[in-house]
């Protein structure tokens, strides 16, 4: 039995003094397998790094993250094509729209993310969705750009049941849960008690959003067990079932994994 993490930040200075060993915890706790979405060119050295010591561990993604548009997203983004096009990436992103802290450029957002939706397009890959207080501004997008060479993640996802729906009619789609499917109050454990298994994939979005028991410590994706556990508790299957599913689910999405 193994597992999948799909979106894990292990490049981040969070990790700087121990990267290498969180990255072998984890797969010693039967995590094999790390997607690690860009945030901005900035990060590539170190996703590159982690994907060359851990070739068949470590994959990375690249692209803008939503948070990180300002004037100068469209030269990001062609940092971002340039190295889809010379290593052997499993994603773009990660891109999306933002509207939680700060609106100043919510409208290069919507423009950044709809030029990611298209390059993911272009280079056959999947795209890895992040959606804050922005749902109906992605969804305008990808109704927009759907077909059925879009494929992708709506990571750390917190939605609704309809919501859910939408991005599963979407057809290409899977959905993202982390540890915040563990926190008491959060909601989203009568949600995913709705959603299929088999349109769920796992994720820590580590070093944030630690599940419990770990709430309040560095997030890292050994600590996707505790999810994994959580969801076969809300679905009433083993956790074997779990892992199974999910990695399947994953393998149908990121085709270079």
């Given amino acids: ?94 891109t999306g729209i933002d509207l939680y802290w700060d609106k100043t450029y919510a409208e290069q957002q919507k423009t950044a993310f709809e030029k990611q939706v298209i390059l993911a397009k272009e280079f056959k890959l999947p795209i890895i969705i992040h959606v804050r207080e922005a749902f109906k501004e992605v969804f305008d997008i990808i109704d927009k750009l759907n077909d059925k060479n879009l494929t992708g993640i709506f990571h750390s996802f917190t939605g609704t049941k309809k919501e859910a729906q939408k991005i599963i009619e979407y057809g290409g789609f899977k959905i993202g849960i982390n540890g915040i499917v563990t926190f008491k109050n959060s909601g989203l454990d009568k949600v995913v008690q709705e959603i299929d298994l088999h349109h769920i994939v796992l994720e820590t979005d580590s070093p944030y959003l630690s599940p419990v028991p770990k709430r309040g410590r560095r997030n890292e994706s050994s600590h996707l067990i505790y999810i994994a556990e959580k969801i076969a508790e809300i679905k009433k299957v083993s956790l074997d079932k779990v892992a199974k599913v999910t990695n399947e689910n994953t393998e149908e999405t990121f085709k270079n994994i």
């Fill in 1 to 94: 039995m193994f597992f999948t993490d799909t979106h894990t930040h292990l490049y981040i200075s969070d990790f700087e003094s121990d990267r290498y060993e969180v990255v072998k915890k984890a797969i010693d706790t039967g995590i094999t397998r790390m997607i690690l979405p860009g945030i901005n060119s900035s990060y590539i050295p170190v996703q590159i790094d982690l994907a060359e010591k851990f070739p068949e561990n470590c994959f990375p993604a690249f692209g803008l993250h939503p948070s990180d548009v300002n004037e100068d997203f469209k030269k990001e983004i062609n940092i971002a094509a340039e190295y889809l096009q010379k290593i052997n990436a499993v994603a773009v992103g990660e």
